[in-house]
């Protein structure tokens, strides 16, 4: 009994409680069926509002209806556009207007444009988000770049977001749609800019002040130092520009968050704000309406991101309680600032970013105060001794043992908040961080503090913000270095186990533009070519990460960026102890700078010569078939590259590289064994590649290949199919198949694709 006067007694601090779980009911039941239920289901909470005339029951209703309406609403003008797709070629050329309201991550695109006109004719609704493709040539890009709030016209093909094609890649189709697209524009010519959106003027001025903002905060300091990097992430929530070791250490510490412009942000320069007009005698009233605004311009500079603008209501709506001398409380600040996020974008409700602000803030309210009871003894002195009789020093003792234990009150409630959703969604749960954040968040503080003080200063004498800016280094210095300690602490996170069982896997990723790359899951990791730099970070590096995989040995099978143009960053990501290379006197500018990085990573190389082998583990070696060393001249780089087979376990797998016609006769007039049951092959851009007697030479039974659309050598022609079709081969053409996985059973070798529009393959023995 006394129970269920407690529940109702937190109920009944929070009067909004059945509207938000109306709307939550209303915005999974849109997600699910769309408007399909939504008039009968609205008629049904009429008739029972009315029936019942209880506050509790209307408000869950309301709440219900209105959320199904207006998230059913978004989903079906989403779902209005897919089906306007050609159903043979499931795309869709036309011209549209609209108006950008997302301008990417480095002001550079992909672009996010709200569509404000389409061609009568389509009779598709407007406000609905498409994304502008990067991937297109340069002449067909925006010059200059396009800002936020830009009304641009653009004529293009529409297709839908692609499916995630590579394993533990970064499913942008899921991401897209919670942004409320589901489709990509790809520009047939540069897009025309016709003017600016005026409502969205403010925050298109505060997105420009974020450029000169980023240079001052740092100024005095190396761009693309550590110190630098973590002040930009901190106050404007810029990342790294690459995964490194800082971003690792402070994921493993429990504290990445600082990486990411959120609530925590938002709170900490509103409370900065406030200090300074607190300290300055402003009344209550100016105090916190210019606490408010501060804190909206901040996550208007910052880019308006969910959880900047979520922190921004939620904290307007907990502190105007005070403006009408009302006290407010921070579960009924939550559930109106939920509510009407929730009514403004149903989305939200499914992203991490949502889930972790509501739920660490709801953990907060309803378990700090009983940890608080908890911890109170480690804040407490014995009864029977006066405070009088404390000495100062007693005094001060006491002090830091009270903050000490409201701290840990504050950082346990939000850990038990943050934790199930951390290993949820990211499969990692830091039990440090209950002990690490306390710290770290206080440094971070002091550095919001300090880049805001340089910010100041600058404008007054450049020295004295330069001085502040050293200054502010030193702290993020030591901010790192605290991460990197807590981080490195026996039991300070805990990984969620892969699915898949460590080693004895070789994948080969589908890589863009006719790239390629693979990584053999066998020893000590071998990485396989890796495509180029922005291939290597989005595509290839997620893979290796999500497995655990660190691969002890590179190899470069040509000196082509779209195969090797990333190397050099592997040197750095893997410290690898040695790399195949095709030959040292090659031209291409990516290859000559992993070979001076090599040598000062100390990475041995190794320039093959024909059939030699290199032992793996046992069972398993790599044999030389084609070896560019001994070839006189420079050749094109497609034809100057490895080839190479792997023996694993009694099944020999061929890797071609982008070999053509020139190679494949080599290796046929060399009168070497050439049979393998499987070829990964890229395709020649200058000359042809897979001819019949090459096939017949080798007799494979599945062939996992390239196809791209330009230049025409790159592509998978009709011929060649009825060649390999004649020869009683399997095809994965890695458009339709995206990356495939090869693992090895008893007697069995499986090749499985990434996409389900192709089968996988279960070669016997």
Same mark, same amino acid.
């Given at each position: 009994?006394?129970?269920?006067?407690?529940?109702?007694?937190?109920?009944?601090?929070?009067?909004?409680?059945?509207?938000?779980?109306?709307?939550?009911? !209303?915005?999974?039941?849109?997600?699910?069926?769309?408007?399909?239920?939504?008039?009968?289901?609205?008629?049904?909470?009429?008739?029972?509002?009315?029936?019942?005339?209880?506050?509790?029951?209307?408000?869950?209703?309301?709440?219900?209806?209105?959320?199904?309406?207006?998230?059913?609403?978004?989903?079906?003008?989403?779902?209005?556009?897919?089906?306007?797709?050609?159903?043979?070629?499931?795309?869709?050329?036309?011209?549209?207007?609209?108006?950008?309201?997302?301008?990417?991550?480095?002001?550079?695109?992909?672009?996010?444009?709200?569509?404000?006109?389409?061609?009568?004719?389509?009779?598709?609704?407007?406000?609905?988000?498409?994304?502008?493709?990067?991937?297109?040539?340069?002449?067909?890009?925006?010059?200059?770049?396009?800002?936020?709030?830009?009304? @641009?016209?653009?004529?293009?093909?529409?297709?839908?977001?692609?499916?995630?094609?590579?394993?533990?890649?970064?499913?942008?189709?899921?991401?897209?749609?919670?942004?409320?697209?589901?489709?990509?524009?790809?520009?047939?010519?540069?897009?025309?800019?016709?003017?600016?959106?005026?409502?969205?003027?403010?925050?298109?001025?505060?997105?420009?002040?974020?450029?000169?903002?980023?240079?001052?905060?740092?100024?005095?300091?190396?761009?693309?130092?550590?110190?630098?990097?973590?002040?930009?992430?901190?106050?404007?929530?810029?990342?790294?520009?690459?995964?490194?070791?800082?971003?690792?250490?402070?994921?493993?510490?429990?504290?990445?968050?600082?990486?990411?412009?959120?609530?925590?942000?938002?709170?900490?320069?509103?409370?900065?704000?406030?200090?300074?007009?607190?300290?300055?005698?402003?009344?209550?009233?100016?105090?916190?309406?210019?606490? @408010?605004?501060?804190?909206?311009?901040?996550?208007?500079?910052?880019?308006?991101?969910?959880?900047?603008?979520?922190?921004?209501?939620?904290?307007?709506?907990?502190?105007?309680?005070?403006?009408?001398?009302?006290?407010?409380?921070?579960?009924?600040?939550?559930?109106?600032?939920?509510?009407?996020?929730?009514?403004?974008? !149903?989305?939200?409700?499914?992203?991490?970013?949502?889930?972790?602000?509501?739920?660490?803030?709801?953990?907060?309210?309803?378990?700090? !105060?009983?940890?608080?009871?908890?911890?109170?003894?480690?804040?407490?002195?014995?009864?029977?001794?006066?405070?009088?009789?404390?000495?100062?020093?007693?005094?001060?003792?006491?002090?830091?043992?009270?903050?000490?234990?409201?701290?840990?009150?504050?950082?346990?409630?939000?850990?038990?908040?943050?934790?199930?959703?951390?290993?949820?969604?990211?499969?990692?749960?830091?039990?440090?961080?209950? @002990?690490?954040?306390?710290?770290?968040?206080?440094?971070?503080?002091? @550095?919001?503090?300090?880049?805001?003080?340089?910010?100041?200063? !600058?404008?007054?004498?450049?020295?004295?913000?330069?001085?502040?800016?050293?200054?502010?280094?030193?702290?993020?210095?030591?901010?790192?270095?605290?991460?990197?300690?807590?981080?490195?602490?026996?039991?300070?996170?805990?990984?969620?186990?892969?699915?898949?069982?460590?080693?004895?896997?070789?994948?080969?990723?589908?890589?863009?533009?006719?790239?390629?790359?693979?990584?053999?899951?066998?020893?000590?990791?071998?990485?396989?070519?890796?495509?180029?730099?922005?291939?290597?970070?989005?595509?290839?590096?997620?893979?290796?990460?999500?497995?655990?995989?660190?691969?002890?040995?590179?190899?470069?099978?040509?000196?082509?960026?779209?195969?090797?143009?990333?190397?050099?960053?592997?040197?750095?990501?893997?410290?690898?102890?040695?790399?195949?290379?095709?030959?040292?006197?090659?031209?291409?500018?990516?290859?000559?700078?992993?070979?001076?990085?090599?040598?000062?990573?100390?990475?041995?190389?190794?320039?093959?010569?024909?059939?030699?082998?290199?032992?793996?583990?046992?069972?398993?070696?790599?044999?030389?078939?084609?070896?560019?060393?001994?070839?006189?001249?420079?050749?094109?780089?497609?034809?100057?590259?490895?080839?190479?087979?792997?023996?694993?376990?009694?099944?020999?797998?061929?890797?071609?590289?982008?070999?053509?016609?020139?190679?494949?006769?080599?290796?046929?007039?060399?009168?070497?064994?050439?049979?393998?049951?499987?070829?990964?092959?890229?395709?020649?851009?200058?000359?042809?590649?897979?001819?019949?007697?090459?096939?017949?030479?080798?007799?494979?039974?599945?062939?996992?290949?390239?196809?791209?659309?330009?230049?025409?050598?790159?592509?998978?022609?009709?011929?060649?199919?009825?060649?390999?079709?004649?020869?009683?081969?399997?095809?994965?053409?890695?458009?339709?198949?995206?990356?495939?996985?090869?693992?090895?059973?008893?007697?069995?070798?499986?090749?499985?694709?990434?996409?389900?529009?192709?089968?996988?393959?279960?070669?016997?023995?």
């Amino acid at each position: 009994m006394a129970s269920h006067r407690s529940i109702f007694r937190v109920f009944s601090r929070c009067p909004l409680w059945s509207l938000v779980l109306g709307v939550l009911a !209303g915005v999974l039941l849109a997600d699910q069926w769309g408007l399909t239920w939504w008039l009968p289901l609205a008629s049904a909470a009429c008739l029972i509002s009315l029936a019942v005339r209880k506050t509790t029951p209307v408000l869950m209703l309301t709440g219900l209806a209105l959320a199904y309406g207006l998230h059913g609403w978004t989903i079906e003008n989403q779902q209005k556009w897919l089906t306007a797709l050609d159903p043979t070629y499931h795309s869709l050329h036309l011209k549209i207007e609209g108006v950008v309201v997302d301008a990417g991550p480095r002001g550079m695109g992909p672009y996010l444009i709200k569509v404000t006109e389409t061609p009568p004719e389509l009779q598709l609704p407007n406000r609905v988000r498409v994304q502008l493709s990067n991937d297109v040539p340069f002449s067909q890009r925006p010059d200059p770049p396009l800002q936020y709030g830009d009304v @641009i016209q653009v004529a293009g093909k529409l297709t839908p977001v692609p499916k995630l094609r590579n394993p533990y890649g970064f499913d942008s189709r899921t991401w897209l749609h919670r942004q409320g697209t589901n489709l990509i524009m790809h520009p047939s010519q540069a897009p025309e800019l016709l003017g600016v959106s005026w409502p969205r003027v403010p925050v298109r001025t505060m997105s420009r002040w974020n450029t000169v903002l980023r240079e001052k905060m740092t100024a005095g300091l190396a761009a693309d130092s550590q110190e630098a990097q973590l002040i930009r992430a901190v106050v404007l929530g810029e990342r790294p520009p690459k995964p490194s070791a800082m971003l690792e250490d402070f994921r493993n510490s429990g504290t990445l968050h600082v990486f990411a412009v959120s609530g925590l942000h938002v709170g900490m320069v509103g409370t900065i704000i406030g200090l300074v007009l607190w300290f300055l005698r402003v009344p209550r009233w100016a105090l916190i309406t210019f606490t @408010i605004l501060g804190m909206a311009m901040y996550a208007g500079v910052t880019g308006l991101r969910p959880p900047s603008v979520r922190a921004v209501l939620m904290a307007t709506v907990f502190l105007s309680g005070f403006l009408i001398q009302r006290r407010p409380t921070l579960i009924n600040s939550l559930a109106a600032s939920a509510v009407v996020v929730l009514l403004w974008d !149903g989305h939200q409700l499914f992203t991490p970013g949502f889930q972790l602000s509501y739920g660490v803030l709801l953990a907060l309210a309803m378990l700090a !105060g009983i940890w608080a009871r908890v911890l109170r003894p480690m804040g407490e002195i014995d009864p029977f001794m006066p405070h009088l009789l404390l000495s100062p020093w007693q005094e001060r003792i006491l002090n830091g043992r009270k903050w000490l234990k409201n701290s840990l009150s504050i950082s346990l409630a939000a850990w038990m908040g943050s934790a199930p959703l951390m290993w949820l969604h990211f499969g990692i749960v830091t039990p440090i961080a209950v @002990i690490a954040g306390i710290p770290l968040m206080l440094m971070v503080f002091f @550095i919001l503090a300090l880049a805001m003080l340089g910010l100041a200063a !600058g404008v007054l004498w450049q020295p004295a913000a330069v001085t502040i800016n050293h200054a502010n280094a030193a702290i993020a210095k030591a901010t790192y270095s605290t991460a990197r300690v807590f981080a490195e602490l026996p039991g300070s996170h805990w990984l969620r186990p892969t699915d898949t069982e460590s080693g004895n896997r070789i994948i080969v990723f589908d890589i863009p533009q006719g790239g390629g790359a693979s990584i053999i899951d066998l020893g000590g990791g071998i990485l396989l070519d890796c495509g180029r730099q922005d291939h290597l970070y989005r595509h290839v590096l997620p893979t290796l990460n999500a497995l655990r995989v660190s691969p002890d040995s590179l190899i470069i099978s040509h000196a082509e960026a779209g195969h090797s143009g990333g190397m050099s960053h592997c040197l750095s990501n893997f410290h690898p102890k040695q790399a195949l290379i095709p030959r040292t006197d090659l031209r291409s500018p990516s290859y000559r700078e992993f070979l001076t990085q090599a040598e000062a990573e100390h990475c041995r190389l190794v320039i093959p010569r024909l059939g030699q082998k290199f032992q793996i583990e046992p069972g398993a070696y790599l044999e030389t078939l084609h070896a560019p060393a001994e070839l006189d001249g420079y050749g094109l780089a497609d034809d100057t590259g490895l080839v190479l087979r792997l023996h694993w376990h009694g099944w020999r797998i061929l890797f071609t590289g982008d070999a053509g016609y020139t190679t494949e006769r080599r290796m046929l007039d060399s009168g070497m064994d050439l049979s393998a049951d499987v070829i990964v092959m890229g395709r020649n851009s200058g000359d042809f590649t897979g001819s019949y007697e090459f096939y017949q030479a080798v007799s494979p039974q599945a062939i996992v290949t390239t196809n791209y659309h330009f230049p025409s050598q790159e592509r998978v022609t009709q011929s060649w199919l009825k060649t390999v079709e004649k020869l009683n081969i399997t095809v994965f053409d890695q458009q339709q198949s995206g990356a495939v996985t090869m693992t090895l059973d008893i007697g069995s070798l499986t090749l499985k694709p990434m996409l389900p529009e192709s089968q996988p393959l279960t070669l016997r023995r």
